[in-house]
C-alpha cells in the first residue's frame, strides 16, 4: 500500500505531478520523466529516445553542457538520466532547500536544449561507442537477445541503444521531430520524494512547466490508442514507486560531458 503522503495533480496542460512528502530528510529527489522510449521509435531512428537523453545534457540557451552539472553538483547534489523500453528519465538528487534549482535545471534540459548540430556529431561517436561495448559484453547482450526471442516483432524486442547504423544516420531535424511529437506536457510526469511540500512542488512545476502549451494526447493513432488504454496513468504510478527507489540508488556524476551513462 502507499504512503498517504504520496499526492498526485494534474496541471492544465496535462503535466502530472507525482510526490512523497519525506519531513524527516534533508534532501529531495526529483524525476521528470517522460514517455518515450525505444518502444516509441520508427525503424529509421531506433535508438533516437537515448540519443536524446544524451543530447540534452550538452547544452540549454542559457546554460552550458559544463554549467548544467556544476549548478547542481556544486551544491553537494547529482544529475543524471537513463532510458527505458517505454519511458526517458532525468533527474537531480539535492538538498530540499535547492529543489527549485534542481527543477530549474531538469526543466531546462527537457524543454529548451540547443540541439546543436555539432553536439549531435560529437555525441553520435559517443553512442556508436557505447553500442560496441555493450555488443562486446555478453552479459548484457543477452538481455537484448532474449528480449528479441520474447517479443519477436514487436517493438519491445528492440535494443534500446539502437544500431550504430541508424544512430549515425539521425540529424537535427530527426530529433527535434521525435521530440515534437513526443515530449509533450501530456507525456510527462514530474515525481518527487523528500522533504519538498506536494504544493511547493506544485507551484515550482506551473511556474517551469506549465507555460508549455497542452496537446491532445491521440494526435497519432497509435500514441490515441495508448491513452484510452491508460498508459499515461500507469507511466505516473511507475514513477511514484521509482522515483522512491531513486532516493537510496547510487550512480556516478556525469561529470564529462561526454560521459556515457552505464548499462
Request: proline share 5%; net charge negative.
Amino acid at each position: 500500500m502507499y504512503s498517504e503522503a504520496i499526492e498526485m495533480t494534474t496541471l492544465p496542460n496535462g503535466v502530472r505531478v507525482v510526490s512523497e512528502t519525506v519531513g524527516h530528510v534533508q534532501s529531495v529527489s526529483i524525476g521528470l520523466w517522460v514517455d518515450a522510449g525505444s518502444v516509441d521509435e520508427p525503424a529509421p531512428v531506433r535508438g533516437i529516445s537515448h540519443f536524446i537523453e544524451h543530447m540534452l545534457f550538452k547544452g540549454t540557451e542559457k546554460r552550458s553542457a559544463q554549467q548544467i552539472a556544476e549548478e547542481i553538483e556544486s551544491r553537494g547534489g547529482s544529475l543524471n538520466a537513463f532510458t527505458d523500453k517505454e519511458c526517458t528519465c532525468f533527474y537531480a538528487k539535492a538538498l530540499a532547500e535547492d529543489a527549485g534549482v534542481a527543477m530549474d535545471v531538469l526543466s531546462d534540459m527537457v524543454l529548451d536544449s540547443r540541439l546543436d548540430p555539432d553536439d549531435l556529431a560529437l555525441e553520435q561517436n559517443v553512442v556508436i561507442e557505447e553500442i560496441k561495448r555493450h555488443e562486446d559484453t555478453p552479459d548484457e547482450t543477452i538481455h537484448d537477445i532474449f528480449a528479441q526471442t520474447l517479443w519477436t516483432r514487436h517493438p519491445l524486442g528492440r535494443p534500446v541503444l539502437g544500431t550504430a547504423k541508424t544512430v549515425s544516420e539521425l540529424d537535427q531535424g530527426a530529433v527535434r521531430g521525435y521530440m515534437g511529437g513526443h515530449y509533450t506536457p501530456d507525456r510527462m510526469v514530474l515525481a518527487a520524494a523528500g522533504n519538498v511540500p506536494h504544493g511547493d512542488l506544485v507551484d515550482l512545476a506551473s511556474r517551469m512547466l506549465g507555460a508549455r502549451a497542452p496537446q491532445v494526447c491521440g494526435r497519432r493513432e497509435r500514441a490515441a490508442q495508448r491513452c484510452a488504454q491508460g498508459r499515461p496513468e500507469r507511466l505516473a504510478q511507475r514513477a511514484r514507486v521509482l522515483q522512491q527507489a531513486l532516493r537510496h540508488r547510487k550512480r556516478p556524476a556525469r561529470r564529462d560531458p561526454g560521459w556515457a551513462p552505464r548499462r
